[in-house]
């Protein structure tokens, strides 16, 4: 709710602003386009790249996908991020039922301590 302007009570049931705006609505449209580009349309087109690729080329193809442990335990205030890394997570689990024939492996590293997390995409205004 913060990427469209909107804080939520820590009960949950009240927010300030009580609506959200049409410049925060279209905030979190724009914002779920970015999240969505970076953590699911990068690696489907990686797959969509490589899958024939290693298929023909490889005697022992294999793909990893580098998510996070976000994508299966979200944390609060990273429903976009987490969503998007579930998205992809989901993609190359499908993938590897459809292409037994190649090793997908992922790695879900969890949170580490920086300022990275002060620039997530997914953030307040």
Known sequence: MAVA??????????????QASLEGIQRAVDVSSAATRGNYTGPLVAAVTFIPLLTTSSPSPS???VSSLGAVIPPPTRTLYC???AASLLL???????????????????????D??????DSGP
Do not use: M, W
Not at 5 to 13: K, M, R
Not at 116 to 121: D, E, G, P, T
């Open 92 to 114: 190359y689990q499908a993938l590897s039922i459809e292409h037994p024939a190649i090793a997908f492996t992922s790695v879900l590293p969890s949170t580490v301590e920086g």
């Open 5 to 18: 302007g909107v804080e939520a009570d820590a009960s949950g049931t009240s927010f300030t602003p009580s």
């Open 116 to 121: 990275f997390r002060a620039s997530a995409v």
């Open 83 to 85: 969503s998007t890394k």
């Open 63 to 65: 793909i990893l996908l």
